[in-house]
């Protein structure tokens, strides 16, 4: 007795062969809609992240401009209104008080001048104008606020004015531009 094997490699054929490919295409499908899936996931949560730290930065910069705001202000009411005072003495005795607010101001300001330019260099905002400006900065606050004499006291307190409104527009810009950069991938 001998077996016909014919008949059953023809049926195995038609059935398991077809199967197979099934099997072996459903699983490449199966795999390609996971990556796509992945892939979606992590463009959203990417997204998603960006749209975080876009608002932190936006927050950052309406925290920035309002204490930028109101330091320019307080210390541009204080200083007009010690230069319209008359009598030089009572002047000098507002700009001395001033001088001493700028004292907490230079010692912030030391580092962060470094770290600014340093910043502006990396995000590639630093100007030629800009330079001039951060060596101003560098030149004034080099000055001893503890030796300045009577006759000096209000042109650096005019100076330090100078300082603050640009120490204050450079870090807005800073601010600004790293918010800016979070959705350009988005945008082009």
Known sequence: MSIDWTPIISDFIKIVLPATITAIVSYKMAKNQ??????KIKGESEYKARENL????????RVSRE????????????????????????????????MKALKIFKFHLADSTNELEEELKENKLLTQKDKEDILFIKKIRSIDLGKISD?????V???YSKVLM???SFKNRLLKKKSNELFSKYLT
């Open 67 to 98: 204490s930028s705001e109101e330091i320019l202000n307080t210390f541009g009411e204080k200083l007009c209104y010690a230069m319209a005072i008359e009598d030089n003495q009572e002047k000098i005795i507002h700009l001395k008080g001033l």
């Open 54 to 61: 876009f608002n932190v930065y936006r927050e950052k910069i």
């Open 151 to 155: 006759e000096e006291i209000e042109k």
């Open 166 to 168: 640009l120490f204050c």
């Open 157 to 159: 307190c005019l100076n």
């Open 34 to 39: 996971l990556a796509i899936q992945e892939a």
